[in-house]
């Protein structure tokens, strides 16, 4: 069984991944709060939510099961070498409940809260769908082999999957529209430094045990910050560079808020995934 060589490394490698775990968690609550101020969810996209559902689900099943069992950790050491740290860290088992239980709230908002003329689409339910019907084959063919590392590897490759859709419906809105308004910059921000974080981590646990098994053992973590990273990098060029906020020249009265949602549904495609 690995162990660190470095106890700094480790310390570091410790704070790296708990504050990619409090920076992902976080970013999951101004939606949450923002809908429960409103009392509705006019403006925040259904498809999003439940390809994520999806992605946090799967991620969730391989983080717990590479953590807890001894089954596949077995199996892990015995494809990538006894001496092979396990690439799972606590925080990435907590960050995936988390993300679960928010994502599965805010759904629940979705149905208690108005929802306008707002509904999922058919290519989403169709995408969801075929993943977790994968999922079931997946489980089918390994039960008799006992390959249980081949298959948590595939819940593995669902959430990379879901990871790269989410993100480009949201990046082809906010090109039509020329605009990022109603979309949170701030969420942004806090999935950037916990992707930062998160590669950096690995990075410590690779230097430590000077073998890169670390990132092409674990392809779904590497992959989730290279994404996750490049994606919230395109959201920021949006944001600040091609479609900056407008200031408004005029306002009623400094202490009116508006209460009229960021986006209206005439402003989002009927059939996107945005």
């Known amino acids: 069984?690995?162990?660190?060589?470095?106890?700094?490394?480790?310390?570091?490698?410790?704070?790296?991944?708990?504050?990619?775990?409090?920076?992902?968690?976080?970013?999951?609550?101004?939606?949450?709060?923002?809908?429960?101020?409103?009392?509705?969810?006019?403006?925040?996209?259904?498809?999003?939510?439940?390809?994520?559902?999806t992605k946090h689900s799967s991620y969730l099943i391989y983080n717990a099961s590479l953590y807890f069992s001894s089954t596949v950790q077995r199996q892990y050491r015995q494809k990538f070498g006894l001496n092979e740290m396990i690439p799972v860290a606590a925080n990435d088992v907590a960050f995936s409940i988390h993300a679960v239980l928010l994502t599965a709230f805010t759904l629940f908002q979705v149905v208690i809260y108005d929802r306008g003329n707002q509904k999922v689409s058919k290519i989403c339910i169709a995408i969801v769908s075929v993943a977790w019907l994968s999922a079931v084959i997946c489980v089918f063919i390994a039960l008799p082999r006992h390959s249980w590392l081949w298959l948590v590897n595939c819940f593995n490759t669902i959430q990379v999957v879901?990871?790269?859709?989410?993100?480009?419906?949201?990046?082809?809105?906010?090109?039509?529209?020329?605009?990022?308004?109603?979309?949170?910059?701030?969420?942004?921000?806090?999935?950037?430094?916990?992707?930062v974080t998160n590669y950096c981590q690995m990075a410590v646990q690779s230097i430590d045990q000077n073998s890169w098994v670390n990132f092409y053992g674990n392809i779904g973590k590497t992959m989730i910050s290279l994404v996750s990273i490049f994606f919230d990098i395109l959201f920021m060029v949006q944001h600040y560079i091609l479609y900056p906020p407008k200031k408004k020249s005029t306002s009623p009265h400094p202490n009116v808020v508006s209460k009229e949602p960021l986006l209206k549904p005439s402003d989002e495609p009927n059939s996107d995934l945005v």
Not at 164 to 185: D, E, H
């Open 1 to 53: 069984m690995g162990s660190w060589n470095s106890i700094y490394l480790k310390v570091s490698y410790n704070v790296l991944g708990w504050t990619a775990f409090v920076s992902w968690s976080i970013s999951f609550y101004p939606q949450v709060i923002l809908n429960f101020r409103r009392k509705s969810v006019v403006g925040l996209n259904f498809d999003f939510l439940l390809l994520n559902l």
């Open 162 to 195: 879901m990871t790269i859709i989410k993100y480009i419906p949201q990046a082809v809105l906010n090109f039509r529209r020329k605009s990022t308004v109603g979309f949170s910059i701030g969420n942004i921000l806090l999935d950037f430094l916990g992707g």
